[in-house]
């Protein structure tokens, strides 16, 4: 059910979200101020519209964005980034609370996956250039007249669930669009308009992918996996054929099928402070080799580092399948020192759906071993007698790997498993 369609200038987020309501009650303070016209867009509306959480704000304005946006900082404090080329600016906000500003305006595409060229428009040729109608809907922040604007509609595709583009060329203007619309799809649980479906198989036909740089596809991939469950999503886009379309080594249905259910029970699946999770970002990339990935990671330096960490599982997955393999060894392979990639081990590890053993050992891993320390603490090896410096943290490693073992299990039996740390008294 949408929320109520008459939108108030002072009462936008007034019940559900009073500091989003303070920072839409500043700019419009400051557009009535400089007399002109600010506008909430896209994704904000879109949620407000199905009653869901927003997370940061979109404003458009008619006028100087940038200018909008420097008020807006002497006003409620924060720091302000600016983007020339395209007239915007974000605000980041003392309370953690990011504010997009956009001049409103048109767009022209010089070659089909280009960087937009942008000139100042009107708020309606702003909502033009956005790439879904439940994207392209606004509420007034300024002026007399507070009713949404929804020129194409949003509202009742918001309504059906259905993701429609604006005009035929959208996926072939901006094939990133491609992601957003499985995004989307997925998320609300809505479905892909026929006319859509079918304008996206036609660029997918003819190469649009090719004309994206690697890091535009990178970013996107990555948008893909920070969803909640990335699964429904990963899966169909490979259904589509947007992976294979990226790379024919991207990884098939085959490949999610044998995934299907990890993410309920895979810690770090979900996104935090925006970093995309380890465990998913593996798993994207499991079929491909290093140097494939590396073509769509190009400068990316984050990507580098996941490169190395899934060959490094590659490599090690006939010793995480040996027989007689000891809880400590498995623990010895998978601790990892970046506290990033934490979550990737079991996923990564259990994508050898042929590998069973190491799946089963993951598994545990994550279950059960991870997080198993001994039961004395560096203060009961000091009160025992082992000496203060090196010597504890040995202790403490050696008392872990036998406790994962099954050496030691009880306080008693690693108070006389420690007693080989403390001095002789000879």
């Known amino acids: 059910m949408l929320a109520a369609s008459d939108a108030s200038t002072v009462g936008i987020f007034l019940d559900t979200d009073p500091r989003r309501q303070a920072v839409c009650d500043a700019v419009r303070r400051l557009a009535v101020d400089a007399?002109?016209?600010?506008?909430?867009?896209?994704?904000?509306?879109?949620?407000?519209?199905?009653?869901?959480?927003?997370?940061?704000?979109?404003?458009?304005?008619?006028?100087?964005?940038?200018?909008?946006?420097?008020?807006l900082v002497d006003a409620l404090g924060g720091r302000l980034t600016v983007h020339p080329r395209?007239?915007?600016?974000?605000?980041?906000?003392?309370?953690?609370?990011?504010?997009?500003?956009?001049?409103?305006?048109?767009?022209?595409?010089?070659?089909p996956g280009a960087l937009p060229d942008v000139e100042p428009g009107a708020i309606a040729d702003d909502l033009g250039r956005r790439d879904f109608t439940i994207n392209a809907m606004a509420i007034p922040l300024s002026g007399d007249d507070s009713d949404l604007v929804d020129p194409h509609n949003g509202r009742a595709d918001l309504e059906a669930g259905i993701v429609r583009t604006l005009h035929r060329d959208s996926f072939v203007d901006d094939p990133t669009r491609l992601?957003?619309?499985?995004?989307?799809?997925?998320?609300?649980?809505?479905r892909i308009d026929d006319a859509t479906?079918?304008?996206?198989?036609?660029?997918?036909?003819?190469?649009?992918?090719?004309?994206?740089?690697?890091?535009?596809?990178?970013?996107?991939?990555?948008?893909?996996?920070?969803?909640?469950?990335?699964?429904?999503?990963?899966?169909?886009?490979?259904e589509l054929g947007l992976l294979a379309a990226i790379h024919p080594a991207m990884p098939t249905m085959e490949h999610w099928d044998a995934l299907d259910g990890w993410s309920s029970v895979v810690p770090g699946a979900q996104p935090a402070d925006r970093e995309w999770p380890a465990s998913w970002d593996a798993a994207l990339f499991w079929t491909m080799t290093h140097d494939q990935v590396a073509s769509l990671a190009m400068k990316n330096p984050y990507r580098t580092r996941r490169c190395r960490y899934v060959d490094m599982l590659k490599e090690g997955m006939p010793m995480l399948s040996a027989d007689g393999l000891l809880p400590s060894e498995v623990c010895a392979f998978l601790d990892y020192p970046r506290p990033e990639a934490s979550a990737a081990h079991a996923l990564t590890?259990?994508?050898?759906?042929?590998?069973?053993?190491?799946?089963?050992?993951?598994?545990?891993?994550?279950?059960?071993?991870?997080?198993?320390?001994?039961?004395?603490?560096?203060?009961?090896?000091?009160?025992?007698?082992?000496?203060?410096?090196?010597?504890?943290?040995?202790?403490?490693?050696?008392?872990?790997?036998?406790?994962?073992?099954?050496?030691?299990?009880?306080r008693q039996d690693e108070g006389a498993f420690a007693l080989q740390w403390v001095p002789s008294s000879k």
């Open 197 to 238: 479906l079918a304008d996206m198989r036609s660029a997918l036909d003819a190469g649009a992918m090719n004309t994206v740089s690697g890091p535009r596809i990178d970013n996107e991939l990555g948008r893909m996996i920070s969803e909640r469950d990335p699964l429904p999503g990963l899966r169909r886009a490979t």
């Open 179 to 190: 992601f957003r619309a499985v995004r989307y799809e997925q998320r609300f649980g809505f």
């Open 349 to 410: 590890v259990a994508l050898a759906f042929a590998e069973p053993v190491a799946a089963e050992r993951i598994r545990r891993y994550l279950t059960e071993w991870q997080d198993l320390q001994p039961h004395l603490r560096g203060s009961d090896l000091l009160e025992l007698g082992v000496p203060e410096g090196p010597a504890v943290g040995a202790a403490l490693k050696a008392l872990r790997k036998a406790r994962l073992d099954g050496v030691t299990r009880t």
């Open 86 to 111: 395209f007239r915007t600016a974000t605000v980041w906000l003392p309370d953690g609370i990011s504010v997009d500003l956009v001049t409103a305006r048109r767009e022209t595409y010089s070659r």
């Open 35 to 71: 007399g002109i016209a600010a506008y909430l867009v896209g994704g904000p509306v879109r949620d407000h519209q199905l009653g869901a959480p927003v997370k940061d704000l979109d404003i458009a304005v008619v006028g100087s964005a940038p200018s909008l946006a420097g008020k």
